[in-house]
C-alpha cells in the first residue's frame, strides 16, 4: 500500500501533534515538580534560620548532663541488682540462726563486697547489717551463734534497745527487745 503525499503529510502533523503534547505534558509536570521543590527549600531555609547554631553548645550540655544522669542511674541500678552469692549464703544461715533461737529477723541490708585488709591480707569484705527483734537472752545467744558461725566475721557493733520496765519488773506493753547488729565477713581471694 502506497501513500499519497497527503497521507504523509497528514501523518507527519499527526506524530509532530502527538509529540508535541507529550513534551508539553512532561514540561508541565517538570514545572510543578520544580515549584514543589522550592517550596520545600524554602521550608528548609526557613528552619535552617531559626536555627541558631550558638544554641548547639547549651544543648550539648544539657544532653551530656542527661547522659551522665543516665549513667549514673544505671550503675545504681545494676548494684541494686547485682546482690553478691556471699550476701545470700550469709543471709540463708543468719535466717536458720534465728530460727533456732526464736528471734524475728526485721530488717537485712548488705552493700557491696569490697576489698579489705584482715591482719595485712587482702580479703573480700562483705558487710551486714541485721535488726532482730526476741527476748534479750534470745538476742544474745543469736548475737553469739551468728558471729560465731563465721570464723573470718567481725562483729563491729551491737545495740540493744530494752522496752521499758515497770516498777514490778513487767513490761509497760507487749514490746519486744530489738538488736541492731553490724558485721564484717571477711573471704581470702588469694594471691
Known amino acids: 500500500m502506497k501513500l499519497s503525499k497527503t497521507s504523509w503529510l497528514f501523518l507527519a502533523v499527526g506524530i509532530f501533534a502527538i509529540l508535541g503534547a507529550s513534551l508539553g505534558l512532561a514540561y508541565a509536570q517538570q514545572v510543578s515538580e520544580q515549584s514543589r521543590l522550592e517550596q520545600e527549600l524554602s521550608v ?8 541558631s547554631t550558638e544554641e548547639l553548645p547549651s544543648r550539648q550540655e ?6 551522665a544522669q543516665i549513667n549514673w542511674g544505671l550503675k545504681t541500678a545494676e ?6 552469692i556471699e550476701s545470700v549464703e550469709a543471709s540463708d544461715t543468719l535466717f536458720v540462726i534465728a530460727g533456732h533461737y526464736g528471734v524475728e529477723i526485721i530488717e537485712v541490708s548488705s552493700s557491696a563486697p569490697t576489698n579489705g585488709q584482715l591482719k ?3 580479703c573480700r569484705v562483705l558487710p551486714l547489717a541485721v535488726q532482730v527483734k526476741g527476748d534479750v537472752t534470745s538476742l544474745i545467744d543469736f548475737v553469739i551463734n551468728w558471729a ?7 562483729v563491729n557493733s551491737v545495740e540493744i534497745t530494752i522496752p521499758q520496765l515497770t516498777g514490778a ?13 553490724r558485721m564484717l565477713i571477711y573471704t581470702y581471694v588469694g594471691d
Open 148 to 154: 560465731g558461725e563465721y570464723s573470718t566475721g567481725v
Open 44 to 51: 528548609a531555609q526557613l528552619r535552617f534560620d531559626k536555627f
Open 62 to 67: 544539657g544532653l551530656e548532663r542527661r547522659l
Open 79 to 84: 548494684t541494686r541488682l547485682s546482690q553478691p
Open 120 to 122: 595485712g591480707v587482702t
Open 169 to 181: 519488773g513487767e513490761q509497760e506493753s507487749e514490746e519486744e527487745a530489738t538488736a541492731n547488729i
